[in-house]
Structures are given as structure tokens and as C-alpha cells.
């Protein structure tokens, strides 16, 4: 059962691989990372980046276990494989980022398995004008978007569209254990804009989820008062203590 179950979902991938292309931004330069609408991506030489959406598949022989999984390249290039962790995809062409992937499983799975990797959607597409210029009707420049406060990677993150609030948090690694999610605001053209990104994230207040434009500014505040452990509340309770004993007696 089980190695008819393996060779099915072979034979499934192997279909599934040879379905048309998408089309990637730029003419196609021999080696470039550049492609018009109708190229065929040489998946040898196409190389990674944020927002390229990949499928894994994992078969786990012993246990008749199928796991498939999509992912999409995060604005830090990298992806995060359930029971494995994050694994940096961006410049990586599709048999490298295969092998890097097979081999951050090897370190969790010791039974026997197999492994199958590739593309489904690369990111943005670019539209060329027929005539005597190869001269784009649309180019993808590259917007940002700035995250700072009470999260794991604070900084700029690359625009990808119709992503809101909560996306773009997880983007930057999630909020800090100091983080008042409460209380957090987007900034947007010199308007600010109160968020409360706990209601969003721990209740599932999908209705509030905000989508985030390019520009926009996030700030995850911190709390006021915040202990580590009990030892650090104690010496801040000591603190007013000394102090009470010191200026008001």
C-alpha cells in the first residue's frame, strides 16, 4: 500500500511539473533572473525571491503520512517549514533550494522519506507592448513597508500587495513578550491610525485586519511596565519602597 501510495503521488508531481509556466518581470536574458509573458522558466536558473509561492510534498514511508504544504517567499527571503523551522530560500534556483530544504528535514525526519519540491507561481509578471521596442507596459518597482517597535526583525519590508496588518507582523517574526499589541498605530501620509493588533491576532478579529500600503509606517508599542521574572518585580517594588521611605517620611 505504502509504495503505491508513493509511486501515485510521483507520478501526480510529475504531471503537475510540466504545466505551463508563469511569466516573471523583465525580458529574458540568457542567465538572467528576468522573463516575458509565454517564457518558460528554466527552474535550473531562475532564482528565488520574495513573494514566489513553492509546494512541498513529504511522504513519510513508515507511517503512510502526506504532508503538502505552500509557502511564499517572505520579504527576508525565507519560508517556514511546519516541525523543521525557517530555511532561506531567496537566490536560491529550485534544485538548490530543494536540496537546502531535504536537507534541514534529514536533520528532523530519520525515518525514511520522500521529498518533492517545486514552483507554482513566480512573483509579479510584467506585460510587454508588441512593436519595434521591447519597451514594458508595466514595470514593478519595489515599495516598502517599515515595521518598528516590540518585533522580533524590526526594519523595511518589501511591499507585496493586498497583505494586511497581521501579515506583515508575522513577516517581521512576530511581536516581542514586551510588545502592547493593544495599542499599535500605521502610519499612513502624516495620518496616524490606531490598530489594536491583539483583538486581531489572539481573538481572530479578521474584520479589523487593516491591508498595508506601500509607505505605510508600523509601530508596535511597548508596555509600560513589564517584568522579566518575579526577581525584577520585586526589585522594582523595593525601588518605590526605598523611595517612599527616602522623599515622603
Known amino acids: 500500500m505504502k509504495r503505491y501510495l508513493i509511486w501515485f503521488v510521483l507520478v501526480c508531481f510529475s504531471f503537475t511539473a510540466f504545466a505551463p509556466s508563469f511569466a516573471q518581470e523583465g525580458p529574458a536574458a540568457a542567465g538572467g533572473d528576468n ?7 528554466d527552474e535550473s536558473v531562475y532564482k528565488l525571491a520574495p513573494g514566489d509561492r513553492v509546494e ?3 511522504i513519510a514511508g513508515e507511517r503512510d503520512l502526506t504532508m503538502d504544504y505552500k509557502f511564499e517567499v517572505g520579504p527576508d527571503g525565507k519560508i517556514f517549514f511546519p516541525k523543521v523551522g ?8 529550485i534544485p538548490e533550494a530543494k536540496k537546502a530544504i531535504n536537507e534541514k528535514i534529514a536533520e528532523v525526519y530519520k525515518e525514511k522519506y520522500v521529498f518533492l519540491f517545486r514552483l507554482i507561481q513566480p512573483r509579479r509578471v510584467q506585460i510587454y507592448l508588441t512593436g519595434s521596442e521591447d519597451k ?3 514595470f514593478g518597482e519595489k515599495e516598502f513597508v517599515s515595521i518598528y517597535g516590540e518585533v522580533a526583525k524590526a526594519g523595511r519590508f518589501e511591499y507585496i500587495p493586498n497583505k494586511k496588518f497581521s501579515d ?6 512576530g511581536p516581542t513578550p514586551r510588545a502592547n499589541l493593544s495599542y499599535c498605530s500605521i502610519t499612513r501620509k502624516n ?5 489594536n ?8 478579529n479578521i474584520a479589523a485586519d487593516i491591508e498595508i500600503l506601500p509607505g505605510d509606517v508600523i509601530n508596535i508599542p511597548a508596555q509600560f511596565f513589564y517584568f522579566t521574572d518575579f526577581g525584577s518585580f520585586s526589585s522594582m ?13
Open 197 to 204: 493588533g491583539s483583538d486581531i491576532i489572539f481573538n481572530g
Open 56 to 58: 512541498a510534498n513529504l
Open 191 to 195: 495620518q496616524k491610525m490606531g490598530i
Open 136 to 138: 514594458p507596459l508595466y
Open 168 to 173: 506583515y507582523i508575522s513577516y517581521a517574526g
Open 35 to 41: 522573463y516575458v509573458v509565454g517564457d518558460k522558466i
Open 237 to 249: 517594588v523595593l525601588t518605590f519602597v526605598a523611595l517612599y521611605n527616602t522623599f515622603i517620611k
Open 86 to 93: 525557517e530555511i532561506t530560500l531567496i537566490g536560491k534556483t
